[in-house]
């Protein structure tokens, strides 16, 4: 019996309250007919799944299939989101009332299936029934799982033309709609298909534009006029099982019509405005307001940059005598890590903290994010520490943190540490880390991460792609790099960015701009990074006249201000081509030069052995950088050139006196999953002896194909001998050696340096390359060098 399973308690004082007022009617009645009349008239009383079926079993038994009481039955399957049994019992009811067509959209959207959701408001609305207020907030949910503005506009529409627009939570649903819809805009700058039902964040898509634009709130009685015309023309009877040739079918043709989410022709910035105003206005209209409303529109002006609108919003509401819970908290943090607001962000976590909120997972994760940026890591992964629970978000943040701050081996521990605690990685995780493998250039953890992304699934995300593409090329591994590009089905601005800034760093210059100009016909706006890797690939390439047409084009044809970046590129262009009193005009147009983009100047200077530009850009960089260690060493070392050893003594004294100390020149090689590093003369690794070996027997070889040492590269007063000596043990040379001890003949060799490689290094890589019939691969600080044959791909020009 139901009695034995349900709590007798609560349905004793039930019965007997209901007893009281239809005393007459219960004498008639058995006990279970007594307890399910109870139940109905109490849904909330049923507690699980199992007594809801239960109930059902009696009204078959009792009630002869009563359509009343079946109803009350699938409204509490809803409840529950039995989407079995909510079918099945809603396919058997002849007579369908407004909480029978509300519990199966209710239940429909609570499950995904949002198309089928959609496609039963229509089909209740052809039916003559009208929905009330508890209809709305499920549809309009629906139509944001659907990306579908158009379709969401249009009920908008028909809440408006139905009086509903009042409501608490139909307004609720609404705001959330227009905000979530706008966050979807800045990823996506095509329609969605309308066949994609998900809760993911969507894949990134640019270049196509759609042809449809997007509606202005004003216009939203006559796209509900259109809407109740569509459904006029639809049969109520259509099948409801939930199949995909259905949805496609049926209301996917509809959504399609109506247009997925897209901003046409309308510049970004205008469109987001539409969005926000769409909210905004909903919000003002509102009679009543709670917290959820509140919150709703604080987040939505947050997430879409509007962040004054966003913080005054959250004054206003504490005017309103609401105070701020932990959702308002968590969605204001996001500002302050921004703007890298310590100050601000402190403020708020002591807030947070006073009224216990400080335990909570969403807060404990802005509160990471936020010291992360502010490069807080230490106070960032305290707090991270004091979390109860870690859930993906916590770790991807302080993961992110450690990467975004150059701590990249404390990220790639804590990415372990994450698999370890059984959290499964996303695309989020892999974007994270994946760029410590870069940096790094550890290629076989940037194999294993890319191994587990494939078995994931997650190797078509645009996000890991792109980090993938960015990885590969800094790796030295520029042909996988541009595999894995070609093979995308998404590409957005920083997939493309990523493979043009990779042949940049190859010295494949030719490559860069033919994918720049691809870029551009496919429809893929370039923005400020893309005109920096341009920018940096006609450096490297001695492009003078292609950099200066991108460089107007960027300003006049595109409207972007040029950055430090864009100048830093012009300036090092034009000193490595010797147009030294071009590129110091150059800087000097700047509106504030700074120390880095005079360094480029200052480089090209040593090339070119010109002193008196050399001293003369080195007084304008000291003026606003003075501590900039690597324009001392940069002039010491053009003193030491020129053998005006008394200049460069007093740069290394000044030096000395400022507590500088030059960082010494070292590379690495990896080697069977392991780094090796060299520095200058090092005896210290434990092949020395061989390495040693190898590299006096290529020397004697080198010498009898022409090779002669560049003593003038010494920087030091010491005799000749002693200079050809040092030569031989630069640190390039020593991994160099220790890679062909240590690998099989064929095998290619990658070496990376922390600084410019030398003009001697560079000629005997190019006789040792010829010599041993390998591929040698250098990358040094500011580009790769591909050494084959005796030749190099930067063409001697770097």
């Keep these: 019996m139901i009695l034995t399973t349900l709590r007798q308690q609560t349905i004793c004082l039930l019965v007997e309250e209901l007893y009281e007022k239809n005393a007459d009617d219960f004498r008639q009645m058995s006990s279970a007919q007594i307890v399910v009349k109870t139940l109905l008239d109490n849904p909330s009383s049923v507690r699980s799944k199992f007594q809801a079926k239960q109930l059902h079993a009696q009204i078959i038994k009792h009630e002869k299939n009563n359509p009343i009481h079946l109803t009350a039955v699938l409204s509490i399957y809803s409840n529950f989101e039995l989407l079995h049994e909510s079918l099945n019992l809603f396919n058997i009811l002849h007579s369908r009332s407004s909480l029978a067509w509300k519990s199966i959209i209710r239940c429909y959207t609570s499950h995904g299936l949002s198309l089928l959701s959609v496609s039963s408001f229509i089909q209740m609305r052809v039916s003559g029934i009208y929905p009330d207020h508890n209809v709305f907030p499920s549809v309009l949910k629906s139509c944001t799982l659907l990306k579908s503005l158009r379709l969401g506009e249009s009920i908008h529409g028909c809440i408006i033309r139905l009086g509903l627009d009042f409501d608490l939570y139909t307004g609720n649903a609404l705001m959330n709609m227009y905000s979530k819809l706008e966050d979807l ?312 960015t990523a493979m043009i800034m990779g042949y940049a760093l190859h010295g494949h210059a030719h490559d860069a701009l033919s994918l720049f100009q691809k870029m551009k016909i496919e429809g893929v706006k370039p923005n400020y990074v893309a005109f920096v890797a341009i920018l940096t690939a006609c450096s490297h390439a001695g492009l003078v006249d292609e950099a200066q047409d991108y460089f107007d084009k960027m300003v006049h044809d595109y409207g972007i201000s040029p950055g430090l970046e864009h100048y830093a590129a012009v300036a090092d262009l034009l000193g490595r081509v010797g147009r030294l009193k071009e590129a110091y005009d150059f800087i000097s147009s700047m509106p504030a030069p700074t120390g880095s983009v005079w360094s480029t100047l200052l480089a090209g200077c040593r090339v070119h052995k010109n002193i008196e530009m050399a001293e003369k850009v080195a007084e304008q960089l000291f003026k606003v950088d003075p501590e900039n260690m690597g324009a001392y060493v940069l002039l010491s070392n053009i003193y030491s050139g020129a053998k005006r050893w008394r200049d460069a003594a007093k740069v290394r004294i000044a030096m000395k006196n400022k507590g500088m100390k030059k960082k010494p020149a070292c590379s690495w090689i990896e080697m069977k999953k392991k780094v090796h590093a060299f520095v200058a003369g090092d005896k210290s690794h434990p092949d020395y002896d061989r390495i040693n070996d190898a590299l006096e027997v290529l020397l004697e070889q080198m010498e009898r194909e022409g090779y002669v040492p560049d003593t003038s590269e010494v920087l030091h007063d010491v005799e000749e001998e002693l200079k050809r000596s040092l030569l031989s043990s630069h640190s390039e040379r020593l991994a160099i050696g220790f890679g062909l001890i240590s690998t099989p003949p064929g095998t290619t060799i990658r070496v990376t340096k922390n600084i410019r490689v030398c003009t001697d290094c560079h000629t005997a890589v190019k006789f040792i390359s010829k010599i041993v019939g390998r591929e040698i691969i250098v990358r040094d600080n500011s580009r790769f060098h591909h050494f084959r044959d005796g030749k190099c791909s930067c063409g001697d020009y770097w």
């Design 185 to 496: 805009h800045r990823n996506c700058e095509t329609r969605i298909q309308p066949a994609t039902v998900s809760d993911e964040i969507p894949q990134r898509k640019l270049g196509n534009v759609c042809r449809t634009n997007l509606s202005s709130t004003s216009t939203s009685y006559d796209v509900a006029h259109e809407f109740e015309r569509r459904m006029a023309g639809i049969s109520p009877t259509v099948s409801l099982n939930p199949t995909i040739s259905h949805k496609t079918q049926y209301v996917g043709e509809i959504v399609d019509q109506f247009g997925g989410i897209s901003r046409g022709e309308m510049p970004s910035r205008e469109a987001s405005k539409v969005f926000q105003s769409s909210m905004n206005k909903v919000f003002e209209m509102m009679p009543t307001r709670d917290l959820v409303s509140w919150n709703t529109v604080i987040a939505g002006n947050a997430q879409n940059g509007m962040y004054e609108e966003a913080l005054t919003m959250v004054r206003d509401m504490g005017n309103a005598n609401l105070k701020p819970d932990s959702f308002t908290v968590s969605s204001v943090l996001p500002i302050f890590a921004e703007y890298a607001d310590i100050g601000k962000g402190r403020e708020i976590h002591g807030y947070a903290i006073r009224h216990s909120f400080d335990s909570d997972l969403y807060l404990g994760s802005s509160m990471i994010d936020i010291y992360a940026k502010c490069t807080r890591v230490d106070a960032a992964y305290r707090l991270f520490c004091l979390l109860s629970y870690r859930d993906s978000v916590s770790w991807n943040s302080m993961i992110a943190g450690c990467v975004q701050n150059g701590l990249f081996d404390d990220g790639l521990r804590l990415f372990r540490e994450m698999l370890a605690a059984k959290v499964q990685p996303g695309y989020v995780s892999f974007s994270s880390i994946i760029p410590a493998c870069a940096y790094l250039t550890t290629l076989h953890l940037g194999k294993q991460l890319h191994a587990q992304i494939l078995r994931c699934g997650l190797d078509k995300n645009a996000f890991v792609a792109s980090s993938l593409v960015d990885m590969y090329a800094k790796c030295g591994y520029i042909k996988i790099a541009r595999c894995i590009f070609d093979e995308m089905e998404l590409r957005d601005m920083v997939s493309w």
